[in-house]
């Protein structure tokens, strides 16, 4: 079983910068393509960026894509999501996620595990 924790989220102004940290445990973390999403009050959990095992491969969102950066440090077993130029539509709850099947996945249903998310306000 697969543990993931989030942190790193908090209050930040627009323009502004946070890095998101999601440590994983119970697992052989190298075997998981990983992702990142966000749910916003009312809205659907949506998808923001996915990194292969290796962290050879990613893709991100249009609208995160480059602001956003994800990446992954295997011998810490923890994955990242830099966020950069932040703006007020960003605010959301970010989950990390792993999954156990091949290749880079792009949909909440392709994955196995899921943090338990942390928030992410920007405002003023």
């Known amino acids: 079983q697969v543990q993931l924790v989030e942190s790193g989220g908090g209050l930040v102004q627009p323009g502004g910068s946070l890095i998101l940290s999601c440590a994983a445990s119970?697992?052989?973390?190298?075997?998981?393509?990983m992702g990142w999403f966000r749910q916003a009050p009312g809205k659907e959990r949506e998808f923001v960026a996915a990194?292969?095992?290796?962290?050879?491969?990613?893709y991100h969102q249009a609208s995160v894509k480059g602001r956003f950066t994800i990446s992954r440090d295997n011998p810490k077993n923890t994955m990242y999501l830099q966020m950069n130029s932040l703006r007020p539509e960003d605010t959301a709850v970010y989950y990390c996620a792993a999954r156990t099947s091949a290749g880079l996945g792009y949909h909440t249903y392709e994955y196995d595990y899921w943090g338990q998310g942390t928030q992410v306000t920007v405002a003023s």
């Open positions: 990194v292969s095992p290796s962290g050879y491969n990613s």
């Open positions: 119970g697992g052989t973390f190298i075997d998981y393509p």
